[in-house]
């Protein structure tokens, strides 16, 4: 049995989600989202709108998880400064 992190890596982002920026991905992501929530749209539409949705959000997710992994912190331990990788407190 996969977990769901494992799924999701597996899933193919298709490439004009691929080539987006996250503030592109974030809007359309938003678009996507308020029109499955507003408009009365038949099942096939709301099918392929909810698959598009998903897909922006999980290139949202991996963008986001890029830029966590280039943030640096600067500690100081006693008295010499180092540069290290942002470390969450999170757990996955």
């Keep these: 049995m996969s977990s769901g992190k494992q799924k999701k890596e597996n899933e193919a982002i298709p490439k004009d989600i691929e080539k987006m920026s996250f503030e592109e991905a974030y809007a359309a992501l938003k678009t996507a989202t308020d029109r499955l929530e507003g408009e009365e749209i038949d099942l096939e539409s709301t099918l392929a709108e909810y698959a598009r949705a998903s897909a922006l959000a999980h290139h949202c997710m991996k963008l986001l998880d890029a830029a966590e992994d280039r943030i640096k912190v600067l500690t100081d331990e006693g008295g010499v400064i180092k ?10």
């Design 83 to 92: 540069l290290e990788l942002f470390q969450s407190g999170g757990t996955d």
